[in-house]
């Protein structure tokens, strides 16, 4: 026979935009809360967004070529989707990139082709310094201080409001807190233990009111650490850091 049991209790007044109700069903409620109770969210300091729009990544591949010498970031941008993207640093040719049925390892576009054909959001996206996020399954992100990284489809960007604390939104976002805390509270986007990412699950992020200017570095440094570590060797193991 089937049957209905009590899963949790939860106040109603307690229910906050953008009132999803799936969340109330994780084992781990009472964590969930006291986490959500801090008052900051991410997107305090750094604003997430779509990388382009479906149509925008059709009009791309028009301009995608195979790098066939040294990257000229003054003339060239490095192209990256989910699945060239790894925690802290990209893997741009390093792991092919499968771009609506073809492969490349080392993607680039033509910077001033790219700008022209793409004058508004994405270039503008583009070409700062920015964060770029997996849109599926873990949340991985790595950095682009210079802004010569095109994010490919389908990818977040997330764009600071101040250029110092970057590197710590992306300490913040690559630790395993922020993976559990969002898939925790938007359950039913997950599927086969992964999640589809929404640039509203990543701005509704909560992080401490509390934080000092120490902190924020420390986690800022730390990130910058892996980064250049990784940056010699993809694979390396930084668990330590």
Known sequence: DNEIYLKNTYAKSRLVEPYTLDFLFSEHLDL????????????????????????????????????KGQFDPRKQMRLVNTGTI????????VDKMTYLGEKFLNPVVNKAEFVKRFPKSY???????????????????????????????????????????????LGLLNSKLAFFYIKERNPASSYNQGTTFTKEMLNNFPIPKTLSEKDISRVGEKAMEIVKVKRKDIRVDTSQL
């Open 32 to 67: 969930l809360d006291r986490i959500s109770t801090n008052t900051d969210r991410f997107e305090s300091i750094a604003i997430c967004e779509n990388a382009c729009g479906t149509n925008d990544a059709y009009l791309l591949k028009e301009l995608i070529q195979e790098s």
């Open 86 to 93: 790894g925690k802290f640093q990209d893997r741009w040719g």
């Open 123 to 169: 270039s503008v996206k583009s070409l700062q310094k920015k964060l770029i996020i997996k849109g599926l399954n873990l949340l991985d992100a790595c950095i682009d201080e210079e802004g010569v990284i095109v994010p490919g489809i389908p990818t977040l960007v997330a764009l600071p409001r101040d250029p110092k604390k970057l590197a710590f939104a």
